[in-house]
Structure formats: structure tokens, C-alpha cells
């Protein structure tokens, strides 16, 4: 079983930059989409950007569209997300998923999460 692990969470200021990784360790019948989603206390869950496993198209939401990039290292199974220009709006703890293969896209293996806080 895939199992995921994030790091490169912390505080920053507005403005800043953060670098998210999730690395991937453990069995892997193969993967059909990685993302990163987010979420703050009280709301659900959102997407913020993926990439698939199949033909690299990368996903945003509009909301980090031109400020966030979502990388990948597919020999690693590891997934980026570096974020630039950070807003407040952006605080949440940020968690990495996978889809595998034959699961038509639906996310069903999610890290841990890990905290970004954006504050002065």
C-alpha cells in the first residue's frame, strides 16, 4: 500500500515562498493523478493543484493559479507544490493525495497533511 508523507510546511510572511513535498513510499500498482488539497478548520476540503501520472496535464485551482507550481519526480513517486506570493488566505494545512490507477481519478490515499501559515 502507497503510503504518503508531506513536509516543507511553516510560517511565513505575506509574499513569501514555501515548498511543499510529498514523498511516496511503500507498494504502487500505479497512479493516475497526485494532488495537493487544503484545508482550514471549519471548511472542507479544497483542491489546489495536480498533475497526472498518465500525460503530465497539470491542474490549478483559480484561486493559486500563477502564483503555486506543482512538480513532480515520477521515478520517486514524490510530488512538489512551490508556492510563491503567499497570502493570508492561503493559511490551511496542506495535504498530499493519489489516485491510483483503475480508480477513475478519485483520490483515496492522503497523507498526513502539513500546516502553512501566512502571517505577519
Known amino acids: 500500500q502507497l503510503q504518503l508523507v508531506e513536509s516543507g510546511g511553516g510560517q511565513v510572511q505575506p509574499g513569501g515562498s514555501l515548498r511543499l513535498s510529498c514523498a511516496g513510499s511503500?507498494?504502487?500498482?500505479?497512479?493516475?493523478?497526485m494532488g495537493w488539497f487544503r484545508q482550514v478548520p471549519g471548511k472542507k476540503r479544497e483542491f489546489v493543484a495536480a498533475i497526472s501520472w498518465i500525460n503530465s496535464k497539470i491542474y490549478y485551482a483559480d484561486s493559486v493559479q500563477g502564483r503555486f507550481t506543482v512538480s513532480r519526480d515520477a521515478g520517486r513517486t514524490t510530488l512538489y507544490l512551490q508556492m510563491d506570493s503567499l497570502k493570508p488566505e492561503d493559511t490551511a494545512v496542506y495535504y498530499c493525495a493519489a489516485a491510483p490507477l483503475g480508480s477513475s481519478g478519485n483520490y483515496s490515499i492522503w497523507g498526513q497533511g502539513t500546516q502553512v501559515t501566512v502571517s505577519s
Open positions: 511503500g507498494r504502487s500498482d500505479g497512479l493516475y493523478n
